[in-house]
């Protein structure tokens, strides 16, 4: 067993899962540039705090931010994950929601388009999207429930993100922004 699959679980199993079922919803994975990241949720800030101090054992804390009033870590891996073609780079840690019940574990990947949004969204109408942080000024999020995960769609990467709010100034992020 490597040392991020001690952290977070099985994540090979959890890519196999997502990948089906993310084409078995009908989405054409040539649409994606990239899976620019794994999500692991925790059900307490005791949990985080521990994950995250694990996670630095095995990836770069790129910054922690204040995003819909909760702290999110973003870590880049020191070995990226390579499956099926795809290169995971890095790892999203969000603490839970005040008062949202949180199940610990892998629960999404987010997928950078290779079209825009509207493109992307013209392409897929037949699909029912979360729409909430669609209008989010940087990095926009289309949001979709598959049977077991989710899947979220975004036109720049994770890394890319954190590094825009870092230069921008930018502490605190919520949806609508």
């Known amino acids: 067993m490597d040392e991020l ?3 977070i679980g099985d994540y090979r199993a959890f890519l196999k899962q997502i990948l089906q079922e993310i084409t078995d919803a009908g989405f054409d994975l ?12 925790v059900p307490s800030l005791e949990r985080y705090e521990l994950k995250k101090r ?16 909760r702290p999110i870590a973003t870590f880049r891996l020191h070995k990226p994950v390579h499956f099926e073609g795809w290169r995971i780079d890095t790892v999203e840690l969000p603490a839970p929601k005040d ?16 079209d825009d949004m ?40 994770l890394p890319t993100v954190v ?13 609508g922004q």
């Open 5 to 7: 699959q001690s952290i």
């Open 118 to 157: 509207e493109v992307f969204l013209q392409k897929y109408s037949d699909k029912s999207f979360e729409l909430q942080a669609a209008d989010r000024s940087i990095n926009p999020e289309i949001v979709f429930r598959l049977p077991t995960y989710t899947v979220k769609f975004h036109l720049l990467n």
């Open 99 to 114: 008062g949202v019940k949180t199940k610990e574990g892998l629960e999404h990947v987010e997928m950078v388009l290779y």
């Open 54 to 69: 694990e996670l630095a054992a095995c990836g770069t804390l790129l910054g922690e931010a204040q995003v819909n009033g």
């Open 163 to 175: 590094y825009l709010e870092r230069k921008l100034g930018i502490m605190e992020v919520r949806t």
């Open 30 to 41: 040539a649409d994606f540039v990239q899976m620019d990241h794994m999500c692991y949720r």
